[in-house]
């Protein structure tokens, strides 16, 4: 398996690890693309809207469906104010405004996506949503189509199921908003065919995108090791942190954004409805309050006329009721460890699952989907420059308190053998159909 070797400076590491990225290892020699001259992306909100973007600037057509004129009509107007706003600013003439809206076409018709040679699915993150879209496109598309969703952690296994072409089927993961963020998630699944693979790769440089491959699991890799900081986040609050302290110390190590900050700029409501009782009692208790965020001028934090953002008492309030914790006194470090160190613990978990092709790729996700700070980057370089030993020592820790967060057993072998993070080759990123594909 193609890797990239430890010892590199970070500049270096981080242009090695995105070219490396591209590289896919387990393609069969000679694997040919299809030709995509044509898009479908049934959704025109947030995320279909700047993913349909991404190829009308790049020249290709789109045929974007929605179920309501309106919801149309609004969308093409968030995508024509976009492009509006930069022309505006110089990055493009003005006449390239309308060369790019003449490339997509609305339609409330489904079956307009029939002669595309990519469909895009970027509808709720339900399954049972997603299994109807799939169910309805199995059966207009035409032969030979890609057939994408842009779940953001679902089983494409599942999705693909419910298709009679399941080799036809592979995630395309865009990153809000999809027509600025850089990344984009391509994640194989089970029976996804080669040549899916390969001209989803060769479209993500068409599109601009940095692409880099992934496999199924709850998250994929990105969100899976997001999760693992959040979860430990709102353990942290049961100890008395406050969320300003862990934002304060995440922002410290050099993100623009920590978790509390991040919730409140996406809305605390997000996956939630009144009087919803969910894990986290403290989101629940802050969304009755009509406290979901920047949107309704208090979240976590509270906020002026100008989002500008202080800490709640309000927030502090609910926070010891829900819990009953004592004030704390943890300290930035520890704060940043308890959050950063089960990310790298995550990512050895992802490797040792074979959901990811090699470390080097989980770092360019985390760098170019998440603002991970390019001086330490990624966690998989990260973990290399505070070692093995205390990434061990910490989730011993946790361990204690949570099994899930128990230590991966290849970093115990690391913290007492010996060797890097990002030299780990654990047989890279493998599905059920890669013997059949080289037997192929």
């Known amino acids: 398996m193609t890797k990239v070797q430890s010892g590199m400076d970070v500049a270096d590491y981080l242009g090695e690890s995105g070219k490396l990225a591209w590289q896919v290892d387990d393609l ?16 025109a909100g947030t995320m279909g809207g700047g993913i349909a973007m991404n190829f009308a600037t790049a020249g290709i057509p789109v045929t ?34 309308e060369a790019r809206m003449g490339r997509m076409t609305p339609t409330l018709k489904m079956e307009d996506l029939a002669d595309c040679d990519l469909v895009i699915e970027a509808v709720f993150e339900d399954m049972g949503i997603k299994r109807e879209v799939f169910t ?28 009679k072409r399941p080799e036809d089927v592979i995630g395309l993961h865009f990153f809000s908003p999809a027509n600025v963020m850089k990344l984009l998630e391509v994640v194989r699944a089970d029976h996804t065919a080669d040549d899916v693979v390969a001209t989803s790769m060769e479209v993500a440089k068409k599109i601009n995108k940095v ?15 997001l999760r693992a900081r959040q979860v430990q986040a709102n353990k942290l609050l049961y100890k008395g942190v406050m969320p300003w302290d862990i934002d304060a110390a995440i922002n410290e190590f050099g993100f623009k954004m920590g978790p509390y900050q991040m919730s409140d700029l996406a809305g605390l409501d997000i996956g939630w409805s009144k009087g919803a009782k969910t894990a986290n009692p403290i989101r629940d208790a802050l969304c009755e309050m009509d ?33 009953g914790a004592e004030p704390s006194t943890m300290s930035k470090e520890e704060i940043t460890e308890s959050l950063i160190y089960p990310m790298i613990n995550e990512a050895v978990k992802i490797l040792e699952d074979n959901k990811a092709q090699r470390p080097s790729d989980i770092d360019v996700i985390w760098i170019n989907g998440y603002g991970w700070p390019q001086d330490k980057g990624g966690p998989m370089y990260y973990g290399d420059m505070v070692g093995p030993k205390a990434v061990l020592a910490r989730m011993e820790k946790l361990g204690a308190e949570d099994p899930d967060f128990a230590p991966a057993e290849t970093l115990k072998k690391l913290a007492a053998e010996g060797g890097s993070f990002v030299d780990l080759d654990l047989g890279g990123l493998k599905t059920a159909g890669t013997e059949k594909r080289k037997a192929g």
């Open 28 to 43: 069969a020699p000679g694997t040919q693309t299809r030709p995509v001259r044509s898009v479908g992306i049934i959704g």
């Open 64 to 97: 974007i469906v929605e179920t309501k004129q309106e919801a149309l009509d609004r969308g093409f107007e968030v995508m024509r104010g976009n492009y509006q706003r930069s022309a505006d600013k110089g990055r493009f003439p003005q006449d390239e405004v």
């Open 136 to 163: 309805k496109l199995d059966a207009i598309c035409k032969d030979g189509a890609i057939l994408a969703t842009n779940s953001s952690g679902l089983d494409i296994d599942e999705i693909a199921g419910v298709t």
């Open 211 to 225: 692409a880099v491959m992934a496999g199924v699991c709850p998250g994929f890799v990105g969100n899976r090791i």
């Open 291 to 323: 406290r979901r965020g920047q949107k309704t001028g208090a979240g976590y934090y509270d906020y002026d006329e100008a989002r500008n953002r202080k800490p709640s008492e309000v927030t502090e309030t609910v926070i010891r009721d829900v819990t």
